[in-house]
């Protein structure tokens, strides 16, 4: 089976440092850290409010992924603000997300279905760019139809709901792995490359990964949590062995 690849969110190395409003502890660091412990790329989500990355670190952030030539992966809303910071930088992949000012963090995926008419002409003006776009969906296979008719390149299938269940020990957890299952399957039937992310841990990663379909895990906030305590280095590394576990055992 082929190597899942880590895309490491550094979002939350920003909202330490925002704060206090100081220039520490600096996201770009932390890029250059998890590249050297094993992550294939970066992700970073510029908000429309700011509320951690900045601009200037998307600067720094697509100026350090290019220099080692690694792929930067912005997150990014279907604003044309956004969409023209995403041409500005031409990073290897842009992830439309839904946003909303209000909410904590992403909650629920893009809904692809009823944004059909702004956001397939904006997968092609990023396409055309050479920007290969994901589309963050629920696990549901309307959104992954509804994607495919976009255009995406990848669909980014959001686990926040299974990796919550599996903490709340929830019986519900089964179920939403088996929606993630499906949704990663259809998608690949259909011709796209599968990504996968949120809320994932050292618990939920394994099962997530086994999903044969899946290339890519997005993982962020739990990451930034545990280097806390083992450091960032050492929290991407073991991150890294479980996936490769959960793949090999498949494999085998
Ligand atoms: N993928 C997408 C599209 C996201 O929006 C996020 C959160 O920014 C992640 C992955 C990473 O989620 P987490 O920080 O919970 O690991």
């Known amino acids: 089976m082929t190597k899942l690849r880590l895309g490491v969110n550094i979002d939350h190395v920003a909202t330490v440092r925002n704060a206090r409003g100081a220039s520490y502890p600096d996201p770009v660091r932390a ?5 050297a412990a094993g992550a294939d790329g970066i992700t970073a989500h510029l908000r429309e409010d700011r509320r951690h990355i900045s601009d200037a670190d998307i600067d720094a952030l697509a ?6 030539g690694r792929p930067l992966n912005l997150e990014m809303a279907v604003t ?3 969409e023209a910071i995403a041409l500005a930088h031409l990073p290897h992949a842009a992830c439309l997300v839904p946003e909303r000012r209000e909410e904590v963090t992403t909650e629920g995926g893009l809904d ?3 944004g059909h008419n702004a956001i397939k002409p904006l997968i092609g003006r990023l396409s055309a760019a050479g920007i290969r776009v994901s589309c963050f969906i629920d696990a549901d296979l309307d959104q992954v139809a509804a994607a495919a008719s976009a255009g995406t390149a990848v669909v980014e299938l959001h686990t926040g709901a299974y990796c919550d269940a599996v ?7 089964a179920v939403l792995l088996d929606k993630l299952r499906n949704a990663a399957r259809e998608a690949a039937a259909l011709g796209l490359e599968v990504h996968a992310g949120h809320g994932i841990d050292y618990e939920t990663v394994k099962p997530v990964a086994a999903i044969p379909e899946v290339m890519e ?10 280097a806390i305590f083992i450091g960032l280095g050492p929290a991407i590394q073991r991150m890294r062995a479980l996936m490769d576990e959960a793949r ?4 085998a």
């Open 80 to 82: 044309p603000e956004m």
């Open 167 to 173: 903490r709340e020990r929830s019986p519900e957890a």
């Open 217 to 226: 895990l997005n993982i962020g906030h739990f990451l930034i949590g545990e």
């Open 248 to 251: 090999s055992v498949r494999a």
């Open 31 to 35: 890029a250059e850290m998890a590249l």
């Open 63 to 68: 100026a350090i992924t290019r220099r080692r």
């Open 112 to 114: 692809v279905a009823r």
